[in-house]
């Protein structure tokens, strides 16, 4: 899976990066003093190196929980985020990663136990409300999970931790972690979905939407609780068609009594994302439409957005209570 | 398009033989070798002479384009035997301490290395790694024209503890660098992909000039149009990028309005949006 490891001289000894470099033990191993070397540089291209990307193992010093975007959130009030990995195994045209970043290496911080202490210090100043915490922001939660452990050494501590919710985000099937430990009632396991269509065009590597109803459906009969996210809606003629296929398609087999919660959100991206993601693709069709620029945030245009949303939220109320529907209203 | 940065004439004749390469042109003191899409300068021996070259050789690739860059030469190991073909995977300026890591995409056999570059000749080979005289120069020049991953170094080892730099001759660097032939051609053919590839994703679109020719745009006004020939390549790659009407038009912000127009139409949006909120 990996040629080269590039390993920061801290962590060279660290358990973790120990473990991960006996998986790869044909890797060859590349020491650097700090991660940003090589993944900050300027003159990088994100679309080559996804042809190949390097697995960087690194601290991560401040910044391990941060606060999430005003909307973003599944009704409560603390909402927070952390990334333990990087980048994404997958390839999504739409994903904001790419224009985010300038390097596609996957860079995974070994010390997890300062992500907990900053969890618990979180916790400390809710008092007794309750936190949410997303874990799938800056990567995919599951997909790399045989190489970051991080569900291995996350849902222990989540399990003691009544008051702290976590959101696992994924397209992934990797779900083996999962099925051997017993479910709690504090973590939500949320698959990312698009119509199949939007799938074959966009989503790269990604497995099937079936294979994906499949670990879903494993989840919910092993009690775990899930969650839909359909994030970002993205536009194509017929989009009303598509979306409500899909709909059917999952509502038809998962048991939506025992959903967690669904929710949907609009294609947005921060103007400069956009500008390198377009300088990144000029050839991929989905940013030769036309956009509107709000403040400095690109989307598709405000009626369009509007009637996707309105359309989507119709149909998927169709299928499950208001209470459990979660449009994301991120502010322009 | 890739350019090749050696060092010696030694370390340059068998890729000048195996690639056909022709030297009419000295710039600045450098021998510049070309056929086709490869060039070969040889920049002599050290840090700051590769730098020059590398520059010197940069100045002749077309506005726009992005070529490939490898550095070939010898270079000194620690424990590798003589011979062993090596590219670097990370690259530190011994003077400085500075390091790079140049992206490493391809699929090839060759062993990647630390290749430390120093300033005189290395004879003790402290650390486990190759040792050369100019990557340090060369990776951070050329990597001012060309993206990280296209830009590589392929060390062939000529020397180590066991057998001495001392004992190396002009004939027997050539004897090396030939040696190591088939490593460098996959080496070349697959950079030269990677730039094919990258140049053909960023090439604007073919009229774009003609049009630019046609009026008077402003700089500003050159993004705007460049950004909407994007979208016309994309959403009409087989029709010319020309509108009915259009050499009717006057002045450049005509122009662009009518392509915009005629290219929002084709795409989703309701028609009441406000124009100049479109990207």
Known sequence: MFNHIYIEKQVAEHPRTQAVCARFPKATRVECDRYGEVFNPNAQDFRLQKRRPSLILAHKHHGRVLKTPDGYGLGGHRNYYFSHLLNCLYDCRYCFLQGMYRSAHYVLYVNYEDFGADIDARLVEA?????????GYDCDSLAMEPV??????????????????????????????LLKRTPIPN?????????????????????????????MLQLQQAGWRLGLRFDPLIYQ??????????????FSQLNSEQLHSVSLGPFRLPRDFFRNIVQLYPDEPLF????????????????LEQEMTAFCSRELLQHIPESLLFPCTLAT | MINLVVALPAEARPLIECYRLTGKTILGGFRIYRHADISLIISGPGKVASAAATALLAGGIPPGKHAAWL?????????????????????????????????????????????????VPENSYHQEAAYDMEASGFYPVASRFSSTELVQCFKVVSDNREQSADTLTAASCTRLVTAGLDDIDRMVRALMALAHDYNAWHAPHAELEQLVSQWHFTVSQRHQLTELARRWKVLLPHQPLWLDG?????????????????LDALTPGPAEESAEHRV
Request: with cysteine; aromatic share 10%; glycine share 6%.
């Open chain 2, 71 to 119: 550095n070939i030469g010898i270079a000194g190991h620690a424990s590798c035997a003589t011979g062993q073909c090596l590219l670097a995977h990370r690259i530190t300026d011994r003077a400085t301490g500075h390091s790079w890591y140049p992206p490493q995409l391809l699929d090839l056999a060759t062993t990647t290395a630390h290749l430390i570059t120093v300033d």
């Open chain 1, 288 to 303: 030769a439409g036309s956009f509107s620029d709000t403040r400095g945030m690109i989307s598709y245009p405000q009626g």
């Open chain 1, 237 to 250: 003629p017929g989009y009303q068609a598509h979306y409500r296929r899909l709909f059917q398609q999952l």
């Open chain 2, 246 to 262: 259009l050499e009717k038009k006057t002045r450049a912000a005509a122009v662009l309005q009518c392509l915009q127009q005629h």
């Open chain 1, 127 to 135: 008092g007794n409300e309750v936190c949410w915490f997303f874990s």
């Open chain 1, 148 to 177: 970051s452990a991080f569900v291995e050494h996350f849902l222990p501590f989540f399990s003691q931790r009544p008051l702290a919710h976590i959101e696992l985000r994924t397209k992934s099937t990797q779900i083996r972690s």
């Open chain 1, 187 to 215: 973590a939500v396991i949320a698959f990312s979905f698009t119509p199949e269509e939007i799938y074959r065009a966009l989503e790269h590597k990604v497995p099937t939407l079936e294979r994906r109803l499949q670990a």
